[in-house]
Structures are given as structure tokens and as C-alpha cells.
């Protein structure tokens, strides 16, 4: 009969050195894939004029995304053999100005820094080759057509407050009705109704229909121009979080900032 052999106590040590050492990036290659909102840059809150974030694409190996100010793109590349390790190249971005573009150079600056990650699915932290903590992030929600459904107030157009274009006694919103694919609410003075419809395959696509609204005239009718502009250029939607969510021209570019009531 053959004596089973025994494992020293250094050898069991080392295996499970060896185990809780390769649990730090045990998250899966694919729980990268999609947008994530930038919660910290360098252990400050990413605080700028655009909702900082980023996207994705695993399948094409691209990086999109708002850096504060400006659109950003690039590629990111995942190494298949060592885990835990992205980084990014070919970062660059469109050309706007903002009146604080301090977030927006931590931002970039970050990214062309990036070479780890670690975190869970619904948060990460990107590293640099030293395992300094670049960038925080959150796991934006899927934008859905369900999760667009029911009540939001209007607090942005075209990237102004809705108080500073007009003071008006009446709440504008949108609410959205995923099933029947129906729109209602108020666009600054008069009721407005209509419908909106989806391009095929494509989840986050909205476009509006025929707009119908009543006739009053009153306080609100400059910021009710301006909210059906912004509706006839909508071309699709992205839920940024529970409470914000923002639609969106054929460039990408925020027409109208929605939040919850």
C-alpha cells in the first residue's frame, strides 16, 4: 500500500500565498464592457461641466467616452495573459472649451497612465504600473428603453439650466411610457404628447415623432422653444445613474439633461 505524502507547512503557505495573490484581479476580461462613470481622478471627485465617464467596446477594442469637457476615443488593449492588466493608446478628443478644464486634464493625463485594474462589477479602480490608484469608477445602468420609463424633470438645455434661459411657475418634463413607446409632459408652458420610435438592434436609439402640444401663451414659451428644438434633435438616450439621465443629438452631444423628481 502506497503512503500518501504529506505537504510541509511552507509548502501549503505558499500555495495559498499564491491563491489570495490571484484573487486580486479574479474579475472576468467581459465585466469591462460598457459605461462607467468617473468618480474620483488622483483621489479627488471628478467634478466638471459634462458628467465625466467612460466606455468600453471590448469587441472592437475602443475607448469613448466624456473626459469633462470634450468627447474622448481611443483603443484600450487587455493582455489575455496577465490579468488584471488594460491600458490605453490613441487618446484624443474633441475641441471645446469649458470654463474649468482642470478635471478634463486630470482625466486624460490619467488614462494615458493606466496599466492595471481590480474591482467588482460595479465598481472599478484603473492603477498605474505601480498600483497607484489613477481613476475610480461606477457602473452606469444599462440604458434600456425600461430604464428611461416614467417621470423626469427637465434641468438642463443644451447644457444650460433651465432657470437661467426662463423663470416659469410650470414643471417641465418627460415621461416616458416603454411599452406603448409614448412620450408626455410639459415643455415650459404647454402640454406636449407625442410618440417616439427605436432603430432596430439599437437599445439606446430615440427618436421622437410628431410632436403635439396645446396653445396657451405665457411665461415659459423661450425655454419651451428651446426643449422642442432640443426633442427634434434627439437621436438616442444614455441613463447615467438611478437619479440622471440625458438625451442626446446624432453627434452625441447632450440636448437635454433629465433628473428624477
Not at 476615443?73 to 489575455?80: E, K, R, V
Not at 434641468?155 to 413607446?181: C, H, M, N, W
Not at 409614448?182 to 439606446?204: D, M, S
Request: overall charge negative; some cysteine; charged content about 25%.
Amino acid at each position: 500500500m502506497k503512503k500518501l505524502k504529506t505537504m510541509g507547512a511552507a509548502t501549503v503557505a505558499l500555495i495559498m500565498a499564491s491563491s489570495c495573490g490571484s484573487s486580486r484581479n479574479a474579475l472576468q476580461t467581459s465585466a469591462l464592457e460598457g459605461e462607467w462613470n468617473i468618480m474620483t481622478v488622483n483621489g479627488q471627485k471628478a467634478e466638471a461641466e459634462k458628467a465625466p465617464y467612460i466606455g468600453m467596446d471590448l469587441q472592437k477594442k475602443r475607448l469613448y467616452g466624456c473626459a469633462g469637457c470634450n468627447r474622448i476615443m481611443g483603443s484600450l488593449q487587455i493582455d489575455s495573459l496577465q490579468a488584471g492588466r488594460l491600458s490605453f493608446a490613441q487618446i484624443g478628443s474633441t475641441r471645446m472649451l469649458c470654463a474649468n478644464m482642470e478635471t478634463e486634464r486630470a482625466v486624460l493625463e490619467a488614462l494615458d497612465q493606466v496599466a492595471e485594474y481590480e474591482g467588482t462589477e460595479e465598481e472599478l479602480t484603473l492603477t498605474d504600473d505601480k498600483g497607484h490608484a489613477l481613476l475610480t469608477l461606477s457602473k452606469r445602468p444599462a440604458s434600456t428603453l425600461a430604464s428611461l420609463s416614467g417621470p423626469w424633470d427637465i434641468a438642463q438645455v443644451y447644457g444650460q439650466a433651465i432657470d437661467s434661459i426662463e423663470k416659469t411657475d410650470k414643471r417641465p418634463f418627460l415621461e416616458f411610457d416603454a411599452d406603448k413607446k409614448t412620450v408626455h409632459g410639459n415643455a415650459g408652458c404647454n402640454i406636449v404628447n407625442g410618440g417616439f420610435t427605436q432603430k432596430e438592434g439599437l437599445p439606446a436609439s430615440l427618436e421622437f415623432g410628431q410632436l403635439i402640444s396645446t396653445m396657451m401663451a405665457g411665461p415659459g414659451m423661450t425655454l419651451e422653444r428651446q426643449v422642442l428644438d432640443a426633442m427634434n434633435n434627439v437621436k438616442s438616450f444614455v441613463v447615467k445613474d438611478t437619479q440622471t439621465a440625458a438625451l442626446l443629438d446624432e453627434n452625441g452631444e447632450e440636448v437635454l439633461t433629465l433628473k428624477k423628481p
